[in-house]
């Protein structure tokens, strides 16, 4: 038998070894957020927005390039993402954008930073263009609140003493991958997101996040550490980070699209994005999606237009993704009708949102599954395993558009 003493060393150094390492949490734990079309933020068409921020996220493929990897318009984004998030002790409330495609955290465009005894300045300087948008300012140490059970000490923000394009929100808050921060602070490589956080503080158990949004488009809900199981309706199927550049620098995978029956874009890799309002796939694939279909282009959107009876024959568009096929209805492949007038539309028009990237197959970043394919399924990112996740939801076959 062990001696006594050496029995309560060697719990001692046990017990040491374990505070060492934090607490790691299973369970999953939320953040509401709202949506909300915001047309008039842009001088552009529905499509020609999302059309821009692609256009600038196709030219990430260097490590050079990340310094501006924000770089595309966000800030003209139709469909914008919202939630409220407490900077400081006590916290000011600020009203922040969410986006899977730039990581950088900062308040400041509108509501101004309040210091509190938890500001600590990092001495380090901060500047990210968003295309049509961008903010300079310092950057922060400071206590982020996203709710109740998201308090985050130590949270690296930035601190804007300019920034345009901002519109009716204080910021961003970045929850795309951490190599999207390269370069964006002047005296440090990468800057921490608000997941990497969460998670090496232990607060949650895998640095992953669950993205829902609710049948109708008007509410959401982010789930950190995991997803929300009683908002899908199956299994959700995992596939690794595409290796194909620049898709590998955000929450890039690789998938075919067939529609009924014919393939309109092979096997090729995009990326997945709450920051896009519609689906764009390349030059190539639209023109065979929209000679499938029948559609004409209009003007005024930007979007391809069908009659109603082109409608009841439109045939599910099937996006292949690991071996598992997404098929979106005929109804989820159609803008909102109660939406049309939002976006410059006529309210008795049917409208798709398939969309042209604005170039052929081939650029390493040939699609874009934005709001209108992820509002119809639920999706994980998976830092911890470098991958992206998917499931049915109650609203994968809804017919409410």
Same mark, same amino acid.
């Given at each position: 038998?062990?001696?006594?003493?050496?029995l309560?060393?060697?719990v001692?150094?046990? %017990?040491? &070894? =374990?505070?060492?390492?934090?607490?790691? +949490?299973?369970?999953? %734990?939320t953040?509401?957020?709202?949506?909300?079309?915001?047309?008039?933020?842009?001088s552009?068409?529905?499509?020609?927005?999302? +059309?821009?921020?692609a256009?600038?996220?196709?030219? @990430?493929?260097?490590?050079s390039?990340? =310094?501006?990897?924000s770089?595309?318009?966000? &800030?003209?984004?139709?469909?914008v $993402? /919202?939630?409220q998030?407490?900077?400081? !002790?006590?916290?000011?409330q600020? @009203? %922040?954008?969410?986006?899977?495609?730039?990581?950088?955290t900062?308040?400041? &465009?509108?509501?101004?930073?309040?210091?509190?005894?938890?500001s600590?300045? @990092?001495?380090?300087?901060?500047?990210?263009?968003y295309?049509?948008?961008?903010f300079?300012?310092?950057?922060?140490?400071?206590?982020v /609140?996203?709710?109740?059970?998201?308090?985050?000490?130590?949270?690296?923000?930035?601190?804007a003493?300019?920034?345009?394009?901002?519109?009716g929100?204080?910021?961003? *808050?970045?929850?795309?991958?951490t190599?999207l921060?390269?370069? /964006?602070?002047s005296?440090?490589?990468?800057?921490?997101?608000?997941t990497?956080?969460l998670?090496?503080?232990?607060?949650?158990?895998?640095e992953a996040l669950g993205?829902?949004?609710a049948?109708?488009?008007?509410a959401?809900?982010?789930t950190?550490?995991?997803?929300?199981?009683?908002?899908?309706?199956?299994?959700?199927?995992?596939?690794?980070?595409?290796?194909?550049?620049p898709? #590998? $620098?955000?929450w890039g995978i690789?998938?075919?699209?067939?529609?009924?029956s #014919?393939?309109i874009? !092979?096997?090729? &890799?995009?990326i997945?994005?709450?920051?896009?309002?519609l689906?764009l796939?390349?030059?190539?694939?639209?023109?065979?999606?929209? #000679?499938?279909?029948? =559609?004409? *282009?209009?003007?005024?959107t930007?979007?391809?237009?069908?009659?109603?009876?082109?409608?009841a024959?439109?045939?599910t568009?099937?996006?292949?993704?690991?071996?598992?096929s997404?098929g979106?209805t005929?109804?989820g492949q159609?803008?909102?009708?109660?939406?049309?007038?939002d976006?410059?539309g006529?309210s008795?028009?049917?409208? *798709?949102?398939?969309n042209?990237i604005?170039s052929?197959?081939?650029?390493?970043l040939?699609?874009?599954?934005?709001?209108s394919? %992820?509002?119809r399924? $639920?999706?994980?990112?998976? @830092?911890?395993?470098?991958q992206?996740?998917f499931?049915? /939801?109650?609203?994968?076959?809804?017919?409410?558009?």
């Amino acid at each position: 038998m062990f001696p006594s003493k050496a029995l309560l060393s060697i719990v001692l150094i046990a %017990l040491s &070894a =374990a505070d060492a390492s934090p607490l790691r +949490r299973e369970a999953a %734990l939320t953040l509401d957020f709202n949506t909300r079309v915001n047309a008039r933020a842009t001088s552009l068409n529905i499509a020609a927005a999302d +059309r821009a921020r692609a256009q600038a996220m196709q030219q @990430t493929s260097t490590m050079s390039k990340r =310094a501006s990897s924000s770089s595309f318009s966000i &800030a003209s984004s139709v469909t914008v $993402y /919202t939630a409220q998030v407490g900077v400081g !002790s006590p916290a000011t409330q600020y @009203t %922040l954008l969410i986006d899977t495609g730039s990581s950088n955290t900062w308040v400041g &465009a509108n509501t101004k930073y309040t210091h509190t005894n938890t500001s600590v300045d @990092t001495g380090g300087s901060v500047s990210v263009s968003y295309g049509s948008g961008s903010f300079s300012g310092e950057e922060y140490l400071d206590t982020v /609140t996203l709710s109740s059970d998201l308090v985050i000490t130590g949270q690296s923000i930035g601190v804007a003493s300019f920034a345009q394009g901002f519109t009716g929100v204080d910021g961003i *808050l970045g929850v795309g991958p951490t190599d999207l921060t390269q370069n /964006t602070v002047s005296n440090v490589g990468l800057v921490p997101t608000v997941t990497d956080n969460l998670y090496s503080k232990g607060t949650i158990g895998t640095e992953a996040l669950g993205v829902y949004f609710a049948p109708g488009g008007s509410a959401g809900e982010l789930t950190f550490g995991g997803f929300d199981s009683s908002k899908t309706t199956s299994s959700v199927n995992y596939v690794s980070i595409t290796t194909t550049s620049p898709s #590998s $620098y955000y929450w890039g995978i690789d998938q075919s699209i067939t529609y009924g029956s #014919s393939t309109i874009l !092979s096997a090729t &890799a995009g990326i997945v994005d709450t920051g896009t309002t519609l689906i764009l796939i390349a030059t190539d694939a639209f023109n065979k999606y929209q #000679s499938a279909t029948g =559609a004409t *282009l209009d003007s005024n959107t930007g979007l391809l237009m069908i009659t109603s009876d082109q409608y009841a024959k439109l045939q599910t568009l099937n996006f292949n993704i690991g071996g598992t096929s997404y098929g979106l209805t005929p109804n989820g492949q159609i803008w909102p009708r109660s939406l049309n007038t939002d976006i410059g539309g006529n309210s008795n028009s049917i409208y *798709l949102v398939i969309n042209d990237i604005g170039s052929n197959s081939g650029t390493g970043l040939d699609f874009i599954n934005g709001y209108s394919f %992820l509002q119809r399924f $639920y999706s994980v990112y998976d @830092t911890s395993n470098h991958q992206v996740g998917f499931a049915t /939801t109650s609203s994968t076959s809804a017919v409410s558009n």
